[in-house]
């Protein structure tokens, strides 16, 4: 695809949350521009609550208004647990962001697991993708879904979605969405969007905030060996279609370039 990914550093949390807010903006009106709806991929985490942070805030004109009601969210990965259970990304985003939006005003489609599919976790991953083909392909066959944008995360280890290092699931190559049964952090059992399905987005955004991400963004970015994990193997295919949003204690001693604005 060519290109490298940028990686942002921002002085803290608010001002990382204002610049997120208005690279999302910017990928809202493509996917407004391209046909008519914004199809966006979230990952769990401390992410939500950084969305929360970057879109919540009212708008001061139009071009930096959150169109709510032309959102269609999905799950970058789920684990397979009912969606009022502590360990859902749904009931996470549910709690940090939607719960919290005007209840008067436009609301996102947001697609959820099938609960009734938690005992089978290969049919919960199933019903998740033909969940993905009513939306991306129901005129047409597609290859790939083709997301507006993912926002993801990025894990001590090097894994995003539910995508971990060295594990068969990055060597998938037909499915849209997997199910993995040894998750080795709990719960063991989840879904994960495929790692060709989140490096053919149109947009590619990770966030890495605080100290503790410090080590992992060094192997990743400064590092052969970073180059092969999940996050890495991301960064590879998207090249630039990818960007890093993170605050400066996560970066440093990291020798690859980083921004300080979009």
Request: proline share 8%; with cysteine; charged share 20%.
């Amino acid at each position: 695809m060519g290109g490298q990914p940028t990686l942002y550093s921002f002085s803290d949390i608010a001002v990382l949350a204002t610049s997120l807010r208005s690279y999302i903006l910017g990928a809202q009106k493509a996917g407004l521009d391209r046909h008519g709806v914004f199809k966006v991929a979230v990952s769990g985490g401390s992410l939500p609550s950084t969305l929360a942070k970057a879109l919540l805030p009212p708008g001061n004109s139009p071009t930096d208004t959150v169109q709510w009601g032309t959102w269609e969210i999905f799950f970058a990965d789920e684990r397979a647990v009912p969606l009022d259970n502590a360990d859902s990304n749904y009931k996470l985003l549910k709690e940090e962001l939607l719960d919290k939006l005007p209840v008067d005003g436009p609301q996102p489609k947001v697609h959820k697991i099938d609960e009734q599919h938690l005992d089978d976790v290969q049919e919960l991953a199933d019903q998740y993708e033909q969940c993905l083909v009513s939306s991306f392909a129901a005129k047409d066959s597609v290859r790939l879904p083709i997301f507006d944008l993912l926002l993801l995360g990025c894990g001590p280890d090097g894994h995003t979605c539910s995508l971990f290092p060295q594990h068969e699931l990055l060597r998938e190559a037909d499915a849209w969405v997997a199910p993995i049964f040894d998750s080795p952090k709990p719960p063991p059992q989840r879904i994960t969007l495929t790692l060709p399905v989140i490096t053919h987005g149109l947009r590619i955004a990770f966030v890495a905030t605080g100290g503790s991400k410090r080590n992992i963004m060094k192997e990743i970015f400064d590092s052969e060996e970073g180059q092969g994990l999940p996050c890495g193997l991301v960064n590879d295919s998207g090249g630039e279609r990818v960007s890093w949003f993170t605050d400066q204690s996560a970066v440093i001693g990291i020798s690859y370039p980083r921004k300080s604005s979009l």
